[in-house]
């Protein structure tokens, strides 16, 4: 059973359309997260819900947009798409975190996203 | 500031060496976690292992191993006799305690190559 599901698996798009990416976590686990992984694989975190609270919001683009529905899911929506966009996304997931122990995440498949 | 390097961007060895990856942190808490993934070629992100800075104990796991000294700042991943199988790029990341989120900082990664 997949712990950390994403899709799609790849997305292609043109320039200026609005895409989503979905994710689901069937780990039980409090908190989610979105990072982006760009071409020299640097993994930088876009933003993470507690509880379907948004908790960290990194400064990207107003352009993209978390949706969570209930804990399980959170899903990324991106308007008017740019070429810099272009990346692999990974979904995560972890345990409700408290103020002194922090568990690991668990990591999606990832959705790699080329924007043309 | 980087919080964690990763001052190796590419490592080659020839199978069955021993490989040393290292990883130096940085914070000011005195609560904080390091992690180390593995991205093989297929992409996803797997998780290895979590520490705590309050368990300086190095750790063996079959052939892997990992040295942890704050005295120096580092959480270094010795992989002994290595395999083709190992060859993945290799994350290490940190948590500090007083951090609301879970957030992690992710090294830039080290990519190894094991040669049959």
């Known amino acids: 059973d997949t712990a950390v599901s994403q899709t799609p698996k790849y997305l292609v798009t043109q320039m200026g359309n609005d895409k989503s990416i979905k994710c689901e976590q069937n780990l039980g686990h409090d908190t989610m997260y979105w990072y982006k992984q760009d071409s020299k694989k640097f993994l930088k975190i876009m933003f993470s819900y507690n509880n379907k609270e948004l908790i960290i919001n990194e400064t990207v683009p107003n352009r993209f947009s978390p949706k969570s529905p209930d804990k399980a899911h959170l899903n990324l929506h991106i308007n008017s798409l740019e070429l810099g966009d272009s990346a692999v996304y990974f979904c995560a997931s972890s345990q409700e975190t408290g103020s002194l122990f922090t568990y690991e995440q668990y990591f999606g498949p990832g959705t790699r996203l080329t924007v043309t | 500031a980087q919080k964690v390097t990763q001052a190796q961007t590419e490592i080659s060895v020839v199978e069955k060496e021993d490989v040393t990856l290292d990883c130096v942190y940085e914070t000011r808490d005195t609560t904080y976690y390091l992690f180390w993934y593995k991205q093989p070629p297929s992409g996803e992100l797997v998780f290895l292992i979590r520490r705590n800075s309050f368990d300086e104990q190095n750790e063996i796991s079959g052939r892997y191993s990992w040295n942890f000294q704050k005295s120096t700042s580092s959480f270094n991943f010795t992989i002994t006799a290595s395999q083709v199988v190992d060859s993945a790029v290799y994350f290490c990341?940190?948590?500090?305690?007083?951090?609301?989120?879970?957030?992690?900082?992710f090294g830039t990664g080290t990519s190894l190559t094991v040669i049959p």
């Open positions: 990341a940190l948590s500090e305690g007083r951090n609301t989120g879970n957030q992690f900082y």
